[in-house]
């Protein structure tokens, strides 16, 4: 026997990830294959070293009844860090299954943000149960921020942070963070407060390091205060964080007082559900998540289909006022859903600007008479354009110059009320406090639809002299 | 008189921004007084304080004339790095009206990848005449940069960075720190490299302030890879920030050399435009920014309008093919846009789902048949529920059971269709490489109108017997 083949066999950790970067389908069934052969040790040599995005993209990939196979078995090397990382249905069944003390214990050792992700969603009988059961200042901090509204830049905060005196020097700072228990698992500044916490400035690492010893934190400290209140909501964070590339922030309460910090990789995924949410809104589809039931979903789903539902409804009644003109010339019928789309697309166009545009600011007070402007003159141009095209097409295939003139007219009309309601309505209903990428695609269709209908089918009536 | 009335008159500045995040008015107005009586001390006063993304907006805020007069009066006190918290339009405008000298000088003392940013939408005329103004070290730099591909990790990277041989000490480190020249504004890890510049991992620069001086670098650098290609897109770098929190991340070229960094405020930027990309590629707007001319706009929009266009003229050839139908029973022309659009609304839900599934690889091989599956019983149950609450309404209306039953059936087809396209096109589009937030909706639509008046008419020409 050659030397190679008595050695230990060295076993083929399938990658991880491929080029795209999805998980392996061998990565998973390997893991599928460790969890289904209760072999603690296979599971432990593919998946106690993962990162916890790795983990949490794994738990998705599993099956209800493997997840939880698998956190038992990796037991105390499971990352509960992991489970900020999967879908809201994923982690709430998750910790359903899991008993209270082992949540409690985990949590303890969690960054107290990660902690509060996890306790949020719970209902409040599991979050009190398993609060109970950490210790006293574990306990306190996290009810603490619990207490902040929802979405608050107080849920999403790390409670631990480096805090320093204005009378320190570098030395002291550096010699303190060398000793310090409890820190955040990495941090980007540290802070300098004064004897009542209320927080002065901050001091970036590097700033630190290249300072010499003996200099006051007070003289590399930033001028510039870059804080948010704990109540503030986190989409207004948010666009903070964005606006002057902040990569982490102090949060104080209402009295200027030190209470957290935030890190900018809390806020990416802030960023990221923002505009995901108002392309959500604008489809009508709500907060539903890949995993969500059918139930769930179709649910979610049918409010918005009702609501669209009526507007539909009330584009038949204007059509129904024209039954006779119809019937006397049913090439109207063929022709007029055209009228109504071109509306409703031109509508959505500047619908879906003026949205984003009021939610990352860009639109407002200030440019809003020049977007208008603007979009009348670009309907009205666009609207010119599909008329002439949109007539010789009518007029060629039914042979009337007439209906080719009707279209066009009614076409340049539907357009310019396309504009200025897929602008005006959004503004309008930002102004009434109602999310204007929610409840703006009904009103704005509506407006297309009616005009539309009602334009070219009393146009039609006028010009051919048809009964109504 | 009295000691505060001799006093120097203490100027009141204006507050930059009101509690929603806007610039005030009353610091615009006091701008724009400035500028118009060219009182340099005045806008020196008002602006030369600014952060960058404050004096982007600023600009955005100023018209055109003014936006010169400003860069003219603030000289050398003006903060190019602003330039790249602008509106591209207002971008190449305002360098366009600067000699290519001064914008040469200003650009020397920024860090790369701001000057990149800058010089990248400039014409090549341009861009050579400013880059021939350059040392030849920056020169060089910036050409690099601007070789690899648009919207590639190599262009957004910063090229300053700090890298230490693998022997050396964390004293050595952090002495070296203190002495080096052309360091980037701000920085969160440090690198280590082979005499080759490979990358063998890096140090956060918390892990340092941590360490004992004579600790080696090794010991203390994280175990963890997490570099991306210089050639790699921006989207897979922001892709790969989000999933694993990063703060920053080393750039390498093909063989490993360390030849930038990247850090996520530039990466927070790629990851909201990403997400509003799609957001716009649904609604057909392409990257179009609010300071765009009108004829922008207006062609920008207008490819999408015609291309709609094509698909609502195939709707209307399906509605002829039924002309007959329509004149013997003239409701159906008030009824069948109901159809069309709650099919049509369906499909884009589902689109949107899909499309954002797929951008964030939340979509995949994995989970697709467990989705498709989801989706039909998703629509069929909404269908079921619409065509009661539609059916009931034409019965109603038109004192027709039979109506009721044909639409009710059609809704069910159409919805049961909508839920089908909505989310296979978008995955048969991924497939063909073509990005499925431009091209899915106007398809879904397509089949959801076509579907729609096609099962509508037909179904009740078969129902009541009517001539087609």
Known sequence: MQAEAIADPVIELPPVRDDDGYLTKAFIAAVEAAIEAEDRSAVLLLASNLHEADTGDLLEALNAGERAAFVRLLGSEFDYTALTETDEAIRVKLLE???????????????????VYILEDLDAQDRDEILGGLSYADRAQLKKALDYPEESAGRRMQTEFIAVAPFWTVGQTIDYMREARDLPDSFYEIFVVDPAFRLLGSVHLDKILRAKRHEKVTSIMADRLDSVEATDDQEEVARKFERYNLISSAVVD??????????????????????????????????????????TIARGRLTWLVVNLATAVLASVVIALFEDTIEAMVALAVLMPIVASMGGNAGTQTMTVAVRGLATQELGARNMMRVLNREVLVSFLNGIALAILIGITAWLWFGSPGLGYVIAGAIIINMVFAGLSGLLIPIALEKLNIDPAIASSVFVTTVTDVVGFFAFLGIAALWFGLPI
Chains 1, 2 share one sequence.
Request: glycine residues 8%; charged residues 35%; proline residues 2%.
């Open 97 to 115: 299954d899991l008993p209270n003390e082992v949540i409690a214990e985990a949590l303890g050792d969690l960054d107290s943000d990660d902690a």
């Open 254 to 295: 209402e009295n200027g007082r030190l209470v957290g910090v935030l890190t900018v990789d809390d806020i990416v995924d802030v960023i990221q559900e923002e505009a995901e949410e108002d392309l959500r809104a604008l489809a009508g589809v709500g907060d539903e998540e890949i995993s969500d039931s059918v139930l």
